[in-house]
């Protein structure tokens, strides 16, 4: 069983940054792909970002070239740098990590205040 520890939501006003990190902890297995996915109010949930564990990365074209993902493997932790947030950025922000089956982070908010 992995657990998933995010943290690093907040508010923050429309252009400003965050960064959230994901600590995994509990894992038989070495853990492949990490990624972010967010769930704003009445929305299905999105994938926003995904990491190998060799550090190749995908973003979703909607964050591309705002959000940055980078992940420790000594410390089984996955961070996304937020910048130049916009209100529609707003979610709840999910770690997700793959180790012989999927697990997902109890997720952290984000609000973008315009």
């Known amino acids: 069983q992995v657990q998933l520890v995010e943290s690093g939501g907040g508010l923050v006003q429309a252009g400003g940054s965050l960064r959230l990190s994901c600590a995994a902890s509990g894992s038989r297995f070495n853990i492949n ?8 109010p009445g929305k299905q949930r999105e994938w926003v970002a995904s990491i190998t564990s060799r550090g190749s990365t995908e973003y979703a074209d909607s964050v591309k070239g705002r959000f940055s993902i980078s992940r420790d493997n000594a410390k089984n932790t996955v961070y996304l740098q937020m910048n130049s947030l916009k209100p529609e950025d707003s979610a709840v922000y999910y770690c997700n990590a793959f180790a012989m089956g999927s697990y997902w982070g109890q ?3 984000v609000t973008v205040s315009s």
């Not at 792909?33 to 704003?40: D, E, I, P, S, V």
């Open 107 to 109: 997720g952290t908010q």
């Open 33 to 40: 792909t990490m990624a972010w996915y967010r769930q704003a």
